[in-house]
């Protein structure tokens, strides 16, 4: 069983500072990649990092430059640094794994943790 273990979110001010963390367990076997999506009220659900077990990044053209997604590390945790923070970050976070093998890979979501932007 895989299970992901979020943490970090909470209230931020405006051009303040947040990072999130996600910690995976379980039978894994292969992560792929590792990444942040979020979720705001009246929003589809958006991909605002990702990365690859071998360092690959892709961001969300609104976040460029302000967050940064770390590697995978060794514990199979991934940490987001959102750095200059803006109202519209204002979303429920959630972590999505990768996993398997190349004939098949599995996703698996965490629980979402709450990022609130507001002065």
Not at 17 to 34: E, Q, V
Not at 45 to 50: D, G, H, K, N
Not at 88 to 93: F, I, L, Q, R, V
Request: contains cysteine; aromatic residues 10%.
């Amino acid at each position: 069983q895989v299970q992901l273990v979020e943490s970090g979110g909470g209230l931020a001010q405006p051009g303040g500072s947040l990072k999130l963390s996600c910690a995976a367990s379980g039978s894994i076997f292969h992560i792929n990649a590792m990444g942040w999506y979020r979720h705001a009220p009246g929003q589809q659900r958006e991909l605002v990092a990702s990365v690859t077990k071998s360092g690959d990044t892709e961001y969300a053209d609104s976040v460029k430059g302000r967050f940064t997604i770390s590697d995978v590390n060794d514990e199979n945790t991934v940490h987001l640094q959102m750095n200059s923070l803006k109202p519209e970050d204002t979303a429920m976070y959630y972590c999505k794994l990768t996993y398997g093998a190349p004939w098949r890979w599995y996703d698996h979501w965490g629980q979402g943790t709450q990022v609130t932007v507001s002065s």
